[in-house]
C-alpha cells in the first residue's frame, strides 16, 4: 500500500515521505466508470435520491455481543441474557442495553438492524464481507490475508475511486480515509478488505496513524522536521518539479510530478488540511464530550475530517499494549460482563452519543452517514469462562443520520439472538444502502484484472430504513 502519512509499522508496506519522491504514476489497475457515475450520481438505485455528503462508519473490532448493546433478550435465560437489562430510551418501544444509557437519549436518531448476518464465524473472513460487501472465498478463514481471489475494495476504495471519477476535489484531502491504524490478526498480517482491492492503490483510503492515547495525539508526516520551515518546503517542491520537467524532456513525456505526490506535499504545506487533523483546535468541553479515550478522541478526529469535506472516515477500535490475550479488543472470549462494564461498552457510548450531539449542533447530521459495525456477534451463551464465541449467523448494526429513519428497529433475531426470526441483512444489502445514500449507484461497474464487468454491489438498498 501506498501511505502518505503514518509511522511505518507492522500493519501496512507503507513507503516514508522520502520514499514519496522516487513514487512515479500510478494509475487504477480496474476501471470505474465515469460517465456512468456522472449519469447517475442524481438519480441511484430505482429512484432514489443521495442524503448524504459523507458517511463516519465505526468498526468495533472483535465483535461485541448484540445482546449487551443493540438486541436484549430479557426474557431469556440468565446464560443468554448476560449480566445486563434493557433500559428505556427516548423512543417508546425502542429498548437498548443498560450499558448505552447516553446513546439511549439520542435512539430518535438511531436505525437498529438487529437481523445482521454474515454466517461466518472468523474475524478476518467476516470482516472482509462487511467492509467490501463480498464474501471471502472460503467463509470461515480465520487469519486471512489481503490478496486474489478476496481483492474487491473496501467500502473506502470506492468512496476514494468513485470520489476521483466524480471529480470531487478536497483540495490537499483525500476522499476517504482510516484511522488511527489498520486492524491485523495477532501475527500482524493486515485484514483484507481494507484497501483498494483490485482498483489499485491510487483507490486505497489514506492511512491516518497515529497512537490514539496520547494526550494531544501527532501525525509524524504531518511535522514540519526540525528547522525546516514552510517556505524551504516550497522551495524543495519547486526543486522536484523542475527535476520531474527536466526527466520528463528527456524521456519525451508530458508526465510532471505525479498527482498523488502533488496532494502529500499540499497536505503538508496547506494549513488548513493540516489543521482538519489537529485535536488541539477543540474546545476542552468538546474533546471531553466524546470521552477522552483512544476510541472517543478518534471519533471526533472523524467529525473533524468530515466537517472539513472528507467523504468516508472509517474508525477502527484498535488492540491497544496490554491487552489479555483471551479477550482482546471486542473478542470477549472470557470475563465478558466485566470487559463490556469496565472496558468496552462505556468508551462507546460516549463516543457514539457525543458524535450524534455534535454533528446535531453542527447542523452536520442531516448530511452525515453514521454506521457502527463488526465482523460480526458473539454465541446465544455463555460458556464457562463467562465469555462467548464468534457469531456470524445474527448481530446487529446501528445506523443513523442522512438518510436514514431514527427510531426503529428493522429486523429481528430469535429469542436468543442466535438466528435471524425476519428481516435479515446481509452485507451485500448494507453496502447498497450506504452507497445509495452517499449518491453511489450500487449497480456501477466495475473491470476487475481479468476484464470482467463487476458491479459495486449486489446487493439491494433496505428502503424500509430510508427517510
Known amino acids: 500500500m501506498l501511505r502518505w502519512m503514518g509511522r511505518p509499522s507492522r500493519l501496512c508496506e507503507g513507503l516514508s515521505r522520502r520514499e514519496i519522491l522516487r513514487v512515479g504514476g500510478l494509475g487504477i489497475a480496474g476501471g470505474l466508470s465515469t460517465g456512468q457515475l456522472l449519469a447517475a450520481q442524481s438519480q441511484v438505485a430505482g429512484g432514489l435520491r443521495p442524503k448524504a455528503k459523507n458517511c463516519i462508519l465505526l468498526m468495533l473490532t472483535g465483535g461485541p455481543p448484540q ?10 435465560p440468565a446464560e443468554v441474557r448476560g449480566a445486563f437489562a434493557p433500559i428505556a430510551t427516548n423512543v417508546p418501544g425502542l429498548s437498548i442495553s443498560e450499558l448505552l444509557p447516553r446513546t439511549a437519549r439520542h435512539a430518535d436518531k438511531l436505525c437498529l438492524l438487529r437481523a445482521m448476518s454474515t454466517d461466518d464465524n472468523a474475524h478476518s473472513s467476516s470482516a472482509y464481507y462487511m467492509l467490501t460487501g463480498r464474501p471471502h472465498a472460503p467463509k470461515n478463514f480465520e487469519n486471512a490475508k489481503p490478496g486474489a481471489p478476496n481483492d474487491f475494495p473496501s467500502l473506502g476504495g470506492m468512496v476514494m475511486a468513485a470520489s476521483e471519477m466524480q471529480g470531487i476535489r478536497l483540495g490537499a484531502l483525500p476522499g476517504s480515509v482510516t484511522l488511527p491504524q489498520r486492524v491485523a490478526n495477532t501475527d500482524g498480517s493486515v485484514w483484507p478488505g481494507q484497501d483498494g ?60 510530478v505525479d498527482p498523488y505526490t502533488s496532494r502529500a506535499w499540499e497536505l503538508l504545506t496547506h494549513p488548513t488540511a493540516r489543521g482538519a487533523f489537529d485535536l488541539g483546535l477543540e474546545t476542552d468541553a468538546t474533546r471531553d464530550l466524546y470521552g477522552r479515550t483512544p476510541f472517543g478522541q478518534s471519533v471526533l478526529m472523524a467529525r473533524r475530517l468530515v ?75 455463555l460458556d464457562g469462562n463467562g465469555g462467548r464465541g464468534h457469531w456470524g449467523h445474527v448481530f446487529s448494526v446501528a445506523l443513523a443520520g442522512a438518510g436514514i429513519r431514527g427510531g426503529i428497529a428493522y429486523g429481528a433475531s430469535d429469542a436468543q439472538a442466535a438466528w435471524p426470526k425476519d428481516g435479515r441483512v446481509s452485507p451485500e444489502d448494507l453496502h447498497a444502502t450506504i452507497l445509495t445514500i452517499l449518491g453511489i449507484p450500487p449497480e456501477t461497474e466495475l ?5 470482467r464487468p463487476i458491479v459495486l454491489s449486489r446487493g439491494e438498498p433496505i428502503r424500509a430504513i430510508l427517510a
Not at 67 to 76: E, G, I, L, N
Not at 311 to 329: A, K
Not at 447 to 451: E, I, K, V
Request: charged letters at 30%.
Open 67 to 76: 445482546h449487551s448493546t443493540w438486541d436484549p433478550k430479557p426474557d431469556a
Open 197 to 256: 482491492g483490485f482498483l489499485g492503490r491510487a483507490s486505497d483510503p489514506w492511512l491516518i496513524q497515529y497512537d490514539a492515547r496520547e494526550k494531544s495525539p501527532k501525525i509524524a508526516e504531518l511535522q514540519f522536521d526540525t528547522g525546516l520551515e514552510p517556505h524551504r518546503v516550497s522551495a524543495r517542491r519547486d526543486l522536484l518539479d523542475h527535476l520531474s520537467r527536466t526527466m520528463s524532456r528527456l524521456a519525451e513525456s508530458e508526465a510532471t
Open 307 to 381: 466537517e472539513s469535506g472528507v467523504r468516508l472516515v472509517h474508525v477502527n477500535w484498535f488492540r491497544g499494549e496490554g491487552e489479555p490475550d483471551m479477550n482482546p479488543v471486542w473478542d470477549s472470549h472470557v470475563d465478558e460482563t466485566n470487559r463490556l462494564k469496565n472496558v468496552l461498552v462505556p468508551p462507546l457510548d460516549m463516543a457514539l452519543s457525543g458524535l450524534l450531539a455534535d454533528l446535531e449542533h453542527r447542523g452536520l447530521l442531516d448530511e452525515t452517514l453514521v454506521a457502527v459495525v463488526s465482523e460480526f456477534g458473539r454465541s446465544p451463551r
Open 447 to 451: 473491470t476487475d484484472p481479468l476484464g
